[in-house]
């Protein structure tokens, strides 16, 4: 299904009937929602479980590059829940999803439910330390070519060290969507998606939020996460850190998520 919101329209999939909405918000950027199939079906008994492309990705219309920003990616979430009539949805974003999630929560407080986040972006990290994760894990190949391909570096050279070095240590199984619009993610890589920091708008969040973080990420360290749970400082937060788990919880460690989750549904007003 697709709906119209401003110059693009966005295609979405609902599963379940009843309950509160959760829209899901892929990473990326640049993927698409196929990243949390078949695992996230297992909640459609107790809520509305709506995956959906953002603009740039899947099977949603591209829009202009300029337009591939986290505020835009908040705005179109919120354009996307008055259009389907969803009230008070929570979202659930993923890595550069949480991004987009937390960012869409703080600039419409008033309009978001709550937040489930695994391995967000948003919290300060430095290029160092996400280094440090890759070299304590894969030694100094892995460094090097994070560093390269962090760094906006586009070269098949670098792509291929990356996928040999780097890829590995998100963790096991891997997850690959449908498809991956690589222009989305270039603009990412090279800052054209604005700052992966949300620092200052972390104070406006005031939904209740469930963060789900692996204790050996190399992409959003536990630590990021820890800072992440503390800038939270209006918003009741609840922090698990999952044991031996890289980057996304619901993916490697999915009966520990998925418990949490609906721990966090239940305690929610009707």
């Given at each position: 299904?697709?709906?119209?919101?401003?110059d693009v329209a966005l295609h979405y999939e609902v599963a379940g009937d009843s309950g509160p909405?959760?829209?899901?918000?892929?990473?990326?950027?640049?993927?698409?929602?196929?990243?949390?199939?078949?695992?996230?079906?297992m909640l459609a008994d107790v809520a509305r479980v709506v995956y959906l492309d953002q603009r740039g990705s899947g099977e949603s219309d591209t829009g202009s590059p300029e337009t591939w920003t986290w505020s835009?990616?908040?705005d179109d979430v919120l354009a996307f829940r008055a259009a389907l009539e969803f009230e008070n949805p929570i979202l659930v974003g993923v890595s550069s999803g949480g991004l987009v999630a937390l960012t869409?929560?703080?600039?419409?407080?008033?309009?978001?439910?709550?937040?489930?986040?695994?391995s967000p972006l948003g919290a300060p990290t430095s290029l160092d330390e996400t280094l440090e994760v890759f070299e304590r894990r894969g030694g100094p190949p892995a460094r090097e070519a994070a560093r390269r391909y962090l760094t906006g570096d586009t070269t098949d050279?670098?792509?291929?060290?990356?996928?040999?070095?780097?890829?590995p240590l998100y963790g096991t199984p891997s997850a690959k969507p449908r498809r991956?619009?690589?222009?989305?993610?270039?603009?990412?890589?090279?800052?054209?998606?604005?700052?992966?920091?949300a620092t200052t708008?972390?104070?406006?969040?005031t939904c209740p939020t469930l963060?789900?973080?692996?204790?050996?990420?190399?992409v959003t360290p536990a630590d990021a996460a820890r800072r992440l749970a503390a800038a939270l400082t209006n918003a009741p937060v609840t922090l698990e850190i999952a044991p031996d788990i890289g980057h996304g919880v619901f993916r490697q460690d999915p009966e520990r998520a998925f418990a949490a989750a609906r721990r966090f549904l239940a305690s929610r007003p009707r």
């Open positions: 299904m697709r709906v119209s919101i401003g909405a959760l829209i899901l918000l892929h990473g990326g950027p640049g993927a698409d929602h196929t990243l949390f199939k078949p695992e996230f079906s835009q990616w908040a869409c929560a703080a600039r419409h407080p008033d309009r978001i439910g709550g937040l489930i986040l695994d050279e670098a792509q291929t060290a990356w996928a040999e070095h780097c890829q991956v619009n690589d222009d989305v993610l270039t603009r990412f890589r090279t800052g054209g998606c604005g700052p992966a920091d708008l972390l104070p406006q969040i963060l789900l973080a692996g204790e050996h990420d190399p």
